[in-house]
Nanobody, 123 residues
């Protein structure tokens, strides 16, 4: 089973940037689609961005044009570059892996999860 460790969260002012990293263990990283979810207090976990095994990329409407997902299979790492951050981006961000070929928004489709990293955007 793949183990995931997120890093890169923190406190930033509105308009600032952060880059989240998700490092995966194991030699089969390239066999998984990757997703970045977030969960704010009192809200459901939502898919922010994903990069599928098929090569498709997904962004939630709320982050389109501001966030960029990428992966480096040689480093077993997926990244989420977050620019022009807004207070409503404040949440715990999680990365997760899925065997589903295409883009899937359902948390239940993701097999392994990291522990999460807190992102706080101040106004």
């Amino acid at each position: 089973q793949v183990q995931l460790v997120e890093s890169g969260g923190g406190l930033v002012q509105a308009g600032g940037s952060l880059r989240l990293s998700c490092a995966a263990s194991g030699r089969t990283f390239g066999n998984y689609g990757m997703g970045w979810f977030r969960q704010a207090p009192g809200k459901e976990r939502e898919l922010v961005s994903a990069i599928a095994l098929s090569g498709a990329i997904y962004y939630a409407n709320s982050v389109k044009g501001r966030f960029t997902i990428s992966r480096d299979n040689a480093k077993n790492t997926v990244y989420l570059q977050m620019n022009s951050l807004k207070p409503e981006d404040t949440a715990v961000y999680y990365c997760a892996v899925t065997r589903v070929l295409g883009i899937t928004l359902l948390p239940s489709s993701y097999a392994s999860w990291g522990q999460g990293t807190q992102v706080t955007v101040s106004s």
